[in-house]
């Protein structure tokens, strides 16, 4: 038995990696919350906000420089507690998370972000 793995080409509308990435993120958002959901070839690239909390410097900043490049609003948070703060200002669209943090690990962040009302549709992912 043998598999064959082949790599999609992405729309027409894409030029490069960047463009592509903004809308694989895009069709996140917008598909959550739909189990089969079809998505759009092409979603007009919005700018979203983006807070990621990670207490390792390195990572941060990096996730940061990325995310800027694609064209979105980012923030960053280097602990549980300043994220919580920063999310509540904020009000991110996006929220990436280390799980593993001392203090208030990214467990605790995302049970007291789904606690606010203003974050409901906030969509974590963890790092």
């Not at 959901?37 to 906000?49: G, H, K, Q, Y």
């Not at 800027?68 to 948070?77: E, F, I, P, Y």
């Amino acid at each position: 038995m043998t598999a064959v793995l082949r790599q999609e080409s992405p729309p027409s509308e894409v030029c490069d990696s960047a463009s592509y990435n903004r809308l694989q993120l895009r069709r996140a958002m917008q598909t959550r919350y739909e189990s089969t959901a079809e998505t759009p070839v092409f979603i007009n690239a919005e700018m979203l906000r983006v807070l990621i909390v990670d207490d390792c410097h390195d990572v941060t900043d990096s996730l940061s420089m990325l995310i800027s490049a694609w064209g979105h609003d980012v923030r960053r948070a280097y602990c549980g507690a300043s994220g919580l703060a920063l999310a509540t200002t904020f009000q991110p669209d996006v929220l990436l998370i280390d799980i593993a943090m001392p203090r208030m690990n990214g467990l605790e962040l995302a049970l007291q972000v789904r606690q606010q009302a203003s974050l409901k549709d906030c969509l974590m992912v963890a790092v």
